[in-house]
């Protein structure tokens, strides 16, 4: 009787083992599944941060580019204002010259007017005496 009664303590040891055995296969198996699915929830999750990294790095990067296109056309207007006004500038003091030296060249070639004027009266007034003196 304690033969048997040994006998179905070692069954039930070795059943109860057996079952141990099954019970840590399938809790290593829903531990690898489990694990399995966090780790594609993880790189779900990981693609999904970089995508927006990514996307925040190109918004970023887009706004940097117009702050420094805004920058270098508000530059280039200020360049081209600046010579406009230069070459305005430049315009009205080669009038001012040109038109300085007109006006010396009106007064030389006036001079020179005046001066045969003169000759040319003196001339006449030196013919008349001398028609005055011949009559």
């Known amino acids: 009787h304690e033969r048997e009664h040994d006998r179905e303590i070692s069954e039930l040891i ?3 083992e057996e079952e141990m055995e099954k019970v840590r ?3 290593n198996k829903e ?3 489990l694990l399995d699915e966090l780790c594609q929830q993880m790189a779900v999750a990981h693609k ?3 995508e927006e990294a990514q996307l925040q790095s190109q918004t970023l ?5 117009e702050a420094l296109r805004l920058s270098l056309n508000n530059m280039h207007t200020s360049q081209l204002e600046l010579m406009q006004s230069n070459l305005r500038k430049e315009k009205e003091t080669a009038l001012v ?3 300085e030296m007109l ?3 009106r007064a030389q070639e006036v001079a020179i007017l005046q001066s ?3 000759l040319e009266r003196e001339k006449i007034k030196e013919q008349s005496l001398k028609e005055k003196e011949d009559l």
Do not use: G, S
């Not at 990067?61 to 580019?65: A, G, P, V, Y």
């Open 31 to 33: 531990q690898q599944h």
């Open 25 to 27: 296969a399938e809790l």
């Open 61 to 65: 990067h887009t706004l940097e580019l």
């Open 103 to 105: 006006n010396d060249k």
């Open 14 to 16: 070795t059943k109860h």
């Open 116 to 118: 045969r004027h003169q």
């Open 97 to 99: 010259e040109l038109r």
């Open 48 to 50: 999904a941060e970089i």
